[in-house]
């Protein structure tokens, strides 16, 4: 079992910065890839950026290449997203999650956990 707590959302102006954190307990962390998703409202969760238990892979959206970085710390057990630039658009509940594949990293279902999410407003 691994446990993820989101945090570092709230609110920011558009063309601002947040860095998340999600703090991991439980099994071996070390062992487990790590990605963000986030959901608009109304909309379906989607891939953000993923991490490999070494923190030697990563992978980004499209949508948010150049501007946001993910970033794993195995001894203190956290992963982070930086997000620069960031647009209204981008105004979601950003969630934590993790599997041990690194592969079908777009894939929600293929997640084994899930963090609760941290809101991240991005005003106009």
């Known amino acids: 079992q691994v446990q993820l707590v989101e945090s570092g959302g709230g609110l920011v102006q558009a063309g601002g910065s947040l860095r998340l954190s999600c703090a991991a307990s439980?099994?071996?962390?070390?062992?487990?890839?790590l990605a963000w998703f986030r959901q608009p409202p109304g909309k379906e969760r989607e891939f953000v950026a993923a991490i490999s238990w070494s923190g030697g892979s990563t992978t980004t959206a499209d949508s948010v290449k150049g501007r946001f970085s993910i970033s794993r710390d195995n001894a203190k057990n956290t992963v982070h997203l930086q997000m620069n630039s960031l647009k209204p658009e981008e105004t979601a509940v950003y969630y934590c999650?993790?599997?041990?594949?690194?592969?079908?990293?777009?894939?929600?279902?293929?997640?084994?956990?899930w963090g609760q999410g941290t809101q991240v407003t991005v005003s106009s």
């Open positions: 999650a993790s599997k041990q594949a690194y592969r079908g990293l777009g894939r929600v279902d293929d997640y084994d956990y």
């Open positions: 439980g099994r071996i962390f070390s062992s487990y890839t």
